[in-house]
């Protein structure tokens, strides 16, 4: 589970190089008064240059923020690239929460629950 609670939390993913990163992101709000689940549409971008991007914002005064899952895919066809997750809380205390180098076609997952893992390519399965 990760958990935004105040105004200043939000998920942020540095790329280490220039590339192609396709980016999902899904959450649900929560109200702190009224405990009211408000779902929010996922959030896409694609991010093609060595950054830090927030690829999820901080939740609105009164709220609490679920992140539900992210996908991060790296679309480019041949260079590999590192991708690190972090979270930032009551700003700007910054924590690492995945590291990896995802291959051409490799996709960060990360789902409530169980957590981030990596999915290969797609293959034809042939040769």
Avoid: W
Avoid at 79 to 98: A, I, R
Wanted: charged letters at 15%.
């Amino acid at each position: 589970m990760i958990l935004l609670v105040t105004t200043t939390d939000l998920v942020r993913v540095v790329t280490g190089q220039a590339g192609d990163l396709d980016v999902v992101t899904a959450f649900v709000d929560r109200d702190q008064t009224t405990h009211a689940v408000e779902a929010a549409n996922p959030q896409r971008t694609t991010i093609t240059t060595a950054t830090t991007t927030t690829i999820v914002a901080a939740p609105a005064s009164g709220k609490t923020r679920n992140v539900v899952e992210m996908m991060l895919r790296n679309a480019h066809a041949s260079s590999n690239l590192d991708v690190t997750v972090v979270v930032e809380l009551t700003g700007p205390v910054t924590y690492e929460l995945h590291k990896v180098t995802l291959a051409p076609g490799e996709c960060l997952e990360y789902v409530e629950g169980i957590g981030f893992f990596t999915l290969a390519a797609a293959s034809t399965g042939f040769g």
